[in-house]
């Protein structure tokens, strides 16, 4: 992994002009490690080899998508960096696959047609995101709350927050 002020990215996206796009918005930006990949084992080599410091993916890629790559990133035993950053860019901006790429474990989502300024925000963003990572049955990725609520007054957000992660009989009757 580089530094944050020179960071290494990996742009995967099996449409040449939009890694042709993303790469010449980066480099304008004064990011110049930028390598891509036209598919997912071809990125799956790349972080193996590399360590980047994000991986800007699409979502609607054949034949594996961008969430089948996140959640291979994330939960196979092969992966090469489970806490690897990713964004994902995308033309479909429903809520559903939004709530989706949240829930595959990426940390943040891109909507299409991108802005060089909607780019390299998120790009910011992502760099110097450090939340940590949470591992459960159904999730493994960035914790999803970004903080506490403006309007929060209590210490805790979750009825069992303040209990001790391994009271299971306390969690049991909660």
């Known amino acids: 992994m580089s530094s944050i002020s020179h960071?290494?990215?990996?742009?995967?996206?099996d449409n040449r002009q939009t890694r042709f796009l993303v790469r010449s918005i980066l480099r304008a930006a004064g990011i110049h490690d930028c390598y891509e990949s036209g598919s997912a084992n071809e990125a799956l080599d790349l972080i193996r080899i590399m360590t980047p410091d994000l991986v800007i993916t699409d979502l609607a890629m054949g034949p594996v998508s961008g969430l089948t790559f996140t959640e291979t990133v994330r939960r196979s035993p092969a992966s090469?960096?489970?806490?690897?950053?990713?964004?994902?860019?995308?033309?479909?901006?429903?809520?559903?696959?939004?709530?989706?790429?949240?829930?595959?474990?990426?940390?943040?989502?891109?909507?299409k047609p991108i802005s060089a300024r909607s780019l390299l925000e998120k790009v910011h963003l992502i760099l110097r995101d450090d939340r940590p990572f949470v591992r459960c049955a159904e999730y493994f990725g960035p914790d999803r709350r970004h903080g506490a609520p403006k309007r929060f007054e209590g210490p805790f957000r979750r009825r069992t927050d303040h209990l001790d992660r391994f009271d299971l009989d306390a969690l049991a009757t909660a």
């Open 7 to 13: 960071p290494q990215i990996v742009i995967l996206d």
């Open 80 to 111: 090469p960096n489970p806490y690897q950053r990713i964004l994902l860019m995308t033309g479909y901006s429903d809520h559903a696959r939004v709530a989706a790429a949240r829930d595959a474990g990426v940390h943040g989502v891109l909507a």
